[in-house]
C-alpha cells in the first residue's frame, strides 16, 4: 500500500451519552408523576409492545422535575447544534413516558419533523443485575444498513482502526443515563426480560419559528 494513502470516514452520526448529576432524587419525582398518571390513563400505543405509553406533554403534567429534564435535554441540544441565527428559533419540547413490564419492546422507528430525539432511563429494570440475557438494549440501525443486506456475501467496510463497521449498536441502559441521537435515526429496543418494571423517558426537540 502507498504510504500516502488516507482512510477518513465522512458524514459522522452524533451520539451523546449523559448522566444527570442529580439523578437519585430526579427519578424519584419522575417515577411518582409517571405511575400516578399511568393508575387513571390507559395510554396510547405507538412503537410500543406491551407496555404503556403516555400522551406527549409530560411537560406539562410531569411537574418540575419533568422541567428540569426538558432544561438539561435543552442545554445539549443548544451545546451541539450549529447554528445560524439563534433567535430566529426557539427550542419546543415533546416529552412522554414509557412504563415496560416484562415482555415489553419497542419496533423500529424514527421520528420525523424535530432536530434531536433523546431517551432518558428513570429505572433501567435490571435491578442492579448485570446479567446481559434480561435484554432491553436500545438499538441504533445504521441508515445505510440496506446495502449490508443487497450484497451476496458478507462485506463490510474497514473503518480506520481496522474493524469491519457495524450495521447497529445495542446500549445498555443505566438509570439516571440520557442518549441523544438525531431523529432520523432508526432505533428500536429489545424485548425486556426483567422481573421489574422499566421506566424510560422519550423527548423530541423541535426548531419553531421564534415570531
Not at 31 to 37: T, V, W
Not at 71 to 92: E, Y
Request: hydrophobic share 40%; proline share 8%; with cysteine.
Amino acid at each position: 500500500m502507498s504510504s500516502t494513502l488516507q482512510l477518513a470516514n465522512l458524514f459522522e452520526t452524533p451520539l451523546l451519552i449523559d448522566v444527570l448529576p442529580d439523578a437519585q432524587q430526579l427519578n424519584v419525582d419522575l417515577r411518582r408523576s409517571i405511575i400516578e398518571l399511568r393508575s387513571t390513563n390507559p395510554g396510547v400505543r405507538k412503537s410500543n409492545w406491551n407496555g404503556w405509553q403516555s400522551d406527549i406533554d409530560m411537560i406539562h403534567w410531569g411537574g418540575e422535575a419533568a422541567g428540569r429534564l426538558a432544561d438539561h435535554f435543552i442545554r445539549l441540544c443548544n451545546n451541539f447544534s450549529f447554528v445560524v441565527d439563534p433567535n430566529a428559533f426557539v427550542w419546543s419540547i415533546q416529552m412522554w413516558a414509557n412504563v415496560s413490564p416484562p415482555g415489553a419492546s419497542n419496533e423500529a422507528h424514527v421520528h420525523p419533523g424535530v432536530v434531536w430525539s433523546a431517551v432518558y432511563y428513570v429505572d433501567d429494570g435490571y435491578a442492579g443485575s448485570d446479567d446481559r440475557t434480561l435484554g432491553g438494549e436500545l438499538v441504533l440501525y445504521d441508515p445505510r444498513m440496506p446495502f449490508v443486506r443487497m450484497l451476496p456475501f458478507d462485506v463490510r467496510y474497514r473503518k480506520p482502526d481496522g474493524q469491519p463497521s457495524e450495521s447497529q449498536a445495542a446500549i445498555r441502559p443505566i438509570a439516571g443515563q440520557l442518549i441523544m441521537f438525531p431523529p432520523w435515526l432508526l432505533h428500536s429496543v429489545h424485548p425486556f426480560r426483567g422481573r421489574g418494571e422499566r421506566i424510560s423517558i422519550a423527548m423530541n426537540a423541535a426548531a419553531v419559528a421564534n415570531t
